[in-house]
């Protein structure tokens, strides 16, 4: 196990909340059954791979032994790889599960508690394991000791009963012809990286990218031996992948990873040997070809060397005042659209080009002028807004924060522009009416919280500005629950106790957020009310611990509404009934877990789970 140089921050990444999240409960509580009977056996030094802060690999036995692997990316991010088939579906399998908890243990943290009958049924999966290994080197040794001549004429009969196994034969052959010769490369590329006719499935888009993988290694020793037709050979590579890419489901991110990966290598030759400036002509042409757009623009400028970046600039500007001329195909971009067309796509590109380049020329108002002449979408207004704010040009921002908000009246990102501009310039009324109307669209505990402070700036009394708000929030479940009523009873075959009653959850949020603890109790204890499940765990965890019955009164609340729409494997429930126990005195505890076993005994499975 490769332990962290630095101290590992990200540890709470393998802590059991977040690792059940990941999984899922049923398959948490397998992988603790895993890690519980040492089932990881951890390799020695792992090499981190690019992005990478930290990383581990092990074998994970179960009915088979499988090849897992866990990494912390730069992101602080947990990610993991398992040959088992649930894992290649994309899932967080029970493997890597172990995997996670016996590297926590590694790294100081508790281990996991061992398990009795799981160790036992998991030490039986580890010696069937360890009978296959030794079953699998009795027969590696053999293939080793039969003569040469043998085994090829078996693989050969076997290639010719598998296409699998004779393209591998091809490529074989193609990369040993290609150590001294680039045509004979280039051949070695094509049968590597082959054209698909048709649409690859996921599963065979990650088959060709496992094939495909190959390419690298054909291509690495000639960025130092000749990097000119390095970058010839990468960019012919790159234009087959490109194809393919166009006609495959690359959910599992092989293909993608692959072109990623040879960018970066296209990126090692540029900086072996910088390019002539001509080669931006072919490199545009290059990027046209990507259907997914995954590259890098600024790393490869900054390979290519500044005879490069001149060309670049040139054709960046040319093209965008190509495209300005000719006539547009779509006259309008409507904020509320969800569909870009590919006019507006394209402008999209050349425009950020253009603005880009003029961004490394370090005049800032060239650039502002430049982007006050082409702006047009909600976003590209907030840029300039942006932009002027950046500087300390807070008139021009503001100016332009209104131009957006009036252009685009329905845009979140144009208003909360609009709303900065307002707070930061003392435009308070102005302010106090957006975080209003935005309060009455949304009325959660942040725009209470955010509306309060905007009616102490703006000068309004703070008792009488609450109770007026108090107020509304009241007459508007009002208007709710009667018209709740008036749908019930049109209901036909409706039930009498399922009458709707009034929801004060707005108002107990409200008060949670104020620390009005006492307020909000007695909000919820009010007859003919009702509150969401999640707003009375909120209020549960926030009381204090001289109230923790009073906690668990309303997380009895939540549990008897889950349990009515629960089902085995009853994870939500029982993790409920383990949160209630521990805020009830023992002797509470266990005298409500026995009415349980009472109230839901044909709920078998339940009760069988019950603390």
Known sequence: ????????????????????????????????????????????????????????????????????????????????????????????????????????????????????????????????????????????????????????????????????????????????????????????????????????????????????????????????????????????????????????????????????????????????????????????????????????????????????????AERACQDWHKWRQRPRKTTSRRSSSFLTSDDDLERDLLRRRYLEVLARQDDPRALLDAMIESVETAAEYCDVVAFCEARNWHREALQWAQSAARLHPRDARCEDALLRCYERDGWDEEALAIRRQRLEHHPGPMQYMALLRAAKNAKRDPALYRAELFAWAEQREQAKHKHALEQHRHIKFSDPLATPRLDVSVRVQWLVAEKKLDDAWSLTQTPDTQCDAAVLEQLADAMPKQRRADAARLLQRIFEHEMKMASFPYDGPLKRVRQIVACLPPTQASAWVESLRSTYKARRRFIAGLP
């Open 1 to 312: 196990m490769t332990q962290p140089t630095q101290s590992p921050s990200w540890l709470h990444l393998l802590s059991d909340q977040a690792l059940a999240d990941m999984s899922g409960p049923t398959v948490f509580e397998r992988g603790l059954n895993y890690a519980a009977s040492g089932l990881a056996e951890t390799a020695g030094d792992v090499t981190l791979r690019p992005g990478e802060q930290a990383a581990i690999e092990a074998t994970v036995h179960g009915n088979l032994p499988y090849a897992v692997r866990l990494w912390i990316s730069a992101d602080d991010e947990l990610d993991g790889a398992c040959t088992c088939p649930h894992a290649q579906d994309g899932n967080f399998c029970k493997h890597l599960v172990a995997l996670a908890l016996a590297w926590r243990a590694a790294l100081g943290d508790a281990a996991a508690i061992s398990l009795p009958h799981t160790a036992r049924k998991q030490s039986s999966a580890t010696q069937k394991s360890s009978v296959q290994t030794e079953r699998q080197d009795a027969l590696r040794r053999f293939i080793w000791e039969q003569d040469a001549s043998v085994l090829a004429e078996r693989l050969w009969s076997w290639a010719e009963r598998d296409r699998v196994c004779m393209a591998d034969l091809k490529i074989w052959a193609s990369s040993s012809k290609a150590v001294d010769d680039p045509k004979a490369l280039r051949a070695a590329i094509d049968a590597v990286l082959p054209r698909r006719n048709g649409y690859l499935d996921w599963r065979r888009s990650n088959d060709y990218a496992r094939q495909g993988s190959a390419v690298m290694e054909l291509l690495r020793p000639w960025v130092q031996r000749d990097a000119a037709t390095a970058r010839e050979l990468c960019e012919h590579a790159l234009r087959r992948l490109f194809k393919v890419a166009e006609q495959s489901d690359d959910s599992l991110g092989g293909i993608g990873g692959l072109i990623q990966d040879l960018m970066g290598l296209l990126i090692e030759t540029l900086r072996t040997a910088a390019p002539p400036a001509s080669w931006i002509d072919r490199w545009f042409k290059l990027m046209d070809a990507d259907p997914w757009g995954l590259w890098n623009e600024p790393a490869v400028l900054e390979a290519a060397g500044p005879e490069a970046q001149a060309r670049y």
